[in-house]
């Protein structure tokens, strides 16, 4: 067992974030990564979250896939957290045709300054009111709220109609799409998180 001063010694130097950070630069799930260094993906987890600090050998089996040094975990210049401040007016607006013609959705990347991030965050005004909404996936999680208007959102063939102040959690690798349901464009934060 750890003592007090030896866990807050390891803590200052954030290897269980920075061993998160490479994984998801990689778009690495815990399970590939156990495949890849002969870890559970339960003992990476809980060296991700802290709760484990790695002994040497397994530190230098997760610095060999990753092609960094050791170094790398222990450099405490390092900063442990993401910092990136994203003014309202240095944002940009996208558009996404999801392989159409017309824009489905416009949005606006909230957290494009962060570096390492483990999400991505976007406020996003829904265009589109057709009866039928093009879907999507991608690995990982998603949160939405809406900010305003009514949205019909299509998850694996359900839809689940969401006013203004209403907030969803999926598993977003389920086939998924929106649709304004309101008169005027309904608008939403969007987080995403990777698998």
Request: charged share 25%; aromatic share 8%.
């Amino acid at each position: 067992m750890l003592t007090a001063t030896l866990r807050e010694g390891l803590e200052t130097y954030g290897i269980g974030g920075k061993l998160r950070a490479l994984r998801l630069k990689r778009k690495l799930g815990l399970v590939d990564l156990g495949r890849h260094t002969g870890l559970s993906a339960a003992m990476i987890s809980k060296l991700e979250r802290g709760l484990m600090f790695p002994t040497l050998p397994t530190l230098l089996r997760l610095a060999m896939v990753f092609d960094v040094g050791l170094d790398h975990f222990f450099d405490a210049s390092t900063p442990r957290r993401a910092l990136g401040i994203v003014r309202a007016a240095e944002r940009r607006r996208f558009p996404e045709k999801l392989g159409g013609r017309e824009v489905v959705w416009e949005f606006e990347c909230l957290d494009f300054a962060a570096t390492e991030r483990v999400m991505n965050a976007y406020r996003v005004r829904f265009l589109q009111a057709a009866t039928k909404p093009r879907t999507h996936e991608h690995t990982g999680a998603e949160f939405l709220h809406v900010l305003s208007g009514r949205l019909g959102l299509v998850v694996s063939g359900d839809e689940h109609v969401l006013a203004q102040g209403d907030s969803i959690y999926f598993d977003s690798s389920q086939p998924h799409g929106y649709r304004r349901l309101s008169p005027k464009p309904a608008e939403a934060i969007v987080v995403t998180v990777p698998g």
